[in-house]
């Protein structure tokens, strides 16, 4: 399934120090493939990734300590702003407000209506009425009847009436008259796209005209989900989509699709039978939908800051303590080298990224320092203190440098040191989460 493709395809990008041209490649390739199951439109899924790419790999310099865990977040936030990035509301303003709702026979336009007048009724004090536009089966009107009973809404009707127009102008008449602010009219569907049926629905929207057009769409019929979504826009150029029955085991593809194909934003979501399963559209968490992960990508966000929150505490003690040691510090380069481009990493720490602007660094810098240190012994490393002639010479042997450079790493280690505590009176905290990003 889907879970599992996009977890194989980040595990590319484990334990990958960087995020390079290649790793990218790859995981973008299965992610494509992971979203096309999910029933995102082909040429949305690949534009979609290019993207992703593009934005990878302009980002490897500081962040790319867990690029898999990156490109997650990466994926699940280019989603959710594909889709709109925030919950749009529905347009109320009207005296009464006048919302038709439009869609394929079975899409669940009824039961939408009938939950969406008991959204506006419970949760926005509203008094919606609800009208029975699908004249053409006594069975529809009863439907709607028995579920306006249900949440104690009213529903208009005219019996034996087949002019679904007359019956909305008459509609919103009566609301006037009774006080009802907002009036949802129920159209009739087809199984499929039908001339007749949009004929019908552009005279109603002409004659009342709503201040929305909620276009409702059964997420289960994945791409067809799509075109009818264009082939209704095309026509009655709606204000919002309407995703039904994501209570299945639909992953939602659709609603990345329908949103990228018509550019019109998902205004709600329904999720069951019953009057209350109802929920406001929010794209972060379709984003989670579709890549199947539920929770994950906050958990990693709090987990690395926790991790980041706790190496910076135990860094800044030591600072003030003055026992920054060469171990310490051998783990600071092991954390450096992770996060790929040292120079921009250098350039934010305060005080250093002056002194190395035009000086030329790569990872190799950080090769003879390493071995240096590694040559001293435990004692040495814990306590740089120890460090006489004739163990710097030892160390100049072992590591294959000279005495010279060996000084000089000395010297450095200490100018940092005294940098560290001149910094520590509040600065060293950043500085130390800044050298664990
Ligand atoms: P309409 O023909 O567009 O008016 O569709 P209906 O509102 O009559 O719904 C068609 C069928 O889908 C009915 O059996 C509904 O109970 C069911 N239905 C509607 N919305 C949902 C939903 O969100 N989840 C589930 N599981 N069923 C739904
Ligand atoms: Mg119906």
Do not use: C, W
């Not at 529809?140 to 909305?168: H, W, Y």
């Amino acid at each position: 399934n889907l879970t599992d493709r996009l977890e194989r395809s980040f595990k590319i990008l484990k334990g990958e120090g960087k995020i390079t041209e290649i790793n990218v490649a790859e995981t973008v390739k299965d992610i494509r493939k992971a979203l096309i199951e999910a029933d995102v439109n082909y040429k949305v899924a690949k534009s979609f990734t290019d993207d992703i790419k593009r934005k990878a790999l302009g980002m490897n310099v500081l962040t790319a300590v867990k690029p898999g865990q990156l490109m997650v977040k990466l994926v699940h936030d280019e989603l959710a702003a594909l889709m709109g990035g925030k919950a749009e509301d529905i347009d109320l303003s009207g005296n009464p407000s006048v919302i038709l709702i439009a869609g394929l026979q079975g899409s669940g336009k009824t039961t939408f209506s009938a939950k969406l007048a008991n959204y506006l009724k419970s949760k926005k004090g509203k008094h919606p009425m609800l009208v029975a536009g699908d004249v053409y089966r006594p069975a529809a009107i009863e439907q709607l009847k028995v579920l306006g009973e249900q949440i104690n809404v009213p529903v208009f009707t005219i019996p034996d009436s087949k002019d679904p127009v007359s019956i909305a102008k008459d509609a919103i008449k009566e609301a006037k008259k009774n006080g009802q602010d907002v009036v949802i009219i129920d159209t009739a569907g087809r199984l499929a796209i039908d001339e007749e049926m949009m004929k019908e629905v552009e005279s109603i929207k002409k004659a009342v005209s709503p201040n929305e057009i909620l276009f409702v769409v059964d997420s289960m019929t994945g791409q067809d989900a799509v075109n009818t979504a264009k082939e209704f826009n095309d026509r009655l150029d709606f204000n919002g989509v309407v995703l039904t029955k994501l209570d299945g085991d639909t992953r939602g593809g659709a609603a990345l699709s329908i949103r990228a194909v018509v550019d019109k934003p998902i205004k709600f979501v329904s999720t069951g039978e019953k009057m209350e399963t109802l929920d406001v559209f929010h794209p972060d968490r379709m984003a989670d939908r579709i890549l199947g992960m539920g929770d994950i990508v906050s958990l990693v966000e709090k987990a690395q800051e926790q991790y980041d929150e706790e190496q910076a505490r135990k860094l800044h003690k030591k600072i003030v303590k003055n026992q920054f040691n060469f171990n310490d510090f051998l783990d600071q380069i092991a954390q450096i080298k992770k996060m790929g481009n040292l120079k921009d990493l250098a350039g934010m720490i305060p005080g250093v990224g002056k002194a190395l602007k035009n000086v030329d660094i790569d990872d190799d810098a950080f090769k003879s320092i390493e071995a240096i240190i590694k040559s001293m012994t435990p004692e040495e490393r814990e306590n740089p203190s120890l460090m006489n002639g004739s163990r710097r010479k030892r160390i100049a042997e072992g590591s294959g440098t000279s005495i010279v450079e060996v000084n000089r790493l000395l010297k450095q280690f200490e100018d940092m040191r005294k940098l560290m505590k001149m910094v520590s009176g509040g600065g060293a905290k950043k500085f130390g989460r800044m050298m664990n990003q």
